[in-house]
């Protein structure tokens, strides 16, 4: 079955930099566009960037454009976000996501458990 | 960029009631409007897709439907696992959220 296991969160200082991680298993990852979404303590959800089954396309928000990057090994199976210059409303739980099909329509179909980053001094 | 007004942000029912969640697009966005589920420290989960297409392994009194610019989100019969908070989703927008919780 699919899973998607996040790590490397954790608390930071703000300006700091700090990458998150998610291992992809029970399916082809190279063969699906992925996304980070995240929601900050007692709030909605934002999504955050998304990068192409292979690699070719990344697209971010426009609150973390210019910040963060959005990566992939696909060897690894692995899906990072490089987040760099972090902000204390960056404070929240980060979720990578697979789209629900081979095609990128940012339909999530498959969330991981979330991994919590903090900014704070 | 197109905005995504959800209603009601929160609502109280019994189990057993009919609920009715919107959406409203700030233009016209197709069918392209995606439903989630999330409970309390849980991941969503994807409900409806495509504005009326039920996931697989989703209940059957779950149901999405559009009109114009207008998405409706229905739980036909509330049960007890259904409490939590609801969220419609195009491309990279998502509505603010609606929380049902019990009456």
């Known amino acids: 079955q699919v899973q998607l296991v996040e790590s490397g969160g954790g608390v930071v200082q703000p300006g700091r930099s700090l990458r998150l991680s998610c291992a992809a298993s029970?399916?082809?990852?190279?063969?699906?566009?992925m996304h980070w979404v995240r929601q900050a303590p007692g709030k909605g959800l934002e999504w955050v960037a998304v990068?192409?089954?292979?690699?070719?396309?990344?697209y971010y928000a426009d609150s973390v454009k210019g910040r963060f990057t959005i990566s992939r090994d696909n060897s690894k199976n692995t899906l990072y976000l490089q987040m760099n210059s972090l902000r204390g409303e960056d404070t929240a739980v980060y979720y990578c996501?697979?789209?629900?099909?081979?095609?990128?329509?940012?339909?999530?179909?498959?969330w991981g458990q979330g991994a919590l980053v903090t900014v704070s001094s | 960029d197109i905005q995504m007004t959800q209603s009601p942000s929160s609502l109280s029912a019994s189990v057993g009631d009919r609920v009715t969640i919107t959406c409203q697009a700030s233009?016209?966005?197709?069918?392209?409007l995606n439903w989630y589920q999330q409970k309390p420290g849980k991941a969503p989960k994807l409900l409806i897709y495509?504005?009326?297409n039920l996931e697989t392994g989703v209940p059957s009194r779950f149901s999405g439907s559009a009109s114009g610019a207008v998405f409706t989100f229905t739980i036909s019969s509330l049960q007890p696992e259904d409490f939590a908070t609801y969220y419609c989703?195009?491309?990279?927008?998502f509505g603010g959220g609606t929380k049902v919780e019990i009456k």
């Open positions: 495509d504005s009326s």
């Open positions: 989703q195009r491309h990279g927008t």
């Open positions: 990068i192409w089954y292979d690699g070719t396309n990344e």
């Open positions: 996501a697979r789209e629900a099909g081979s095609v990128v329509t940012h339909c999530f179909g498959y």
């Open positions: 029970g399916f082809t990852f190279s063969s699906y566009a």
């Open positions: 233009q016209d966005i197709s069918n392209s």
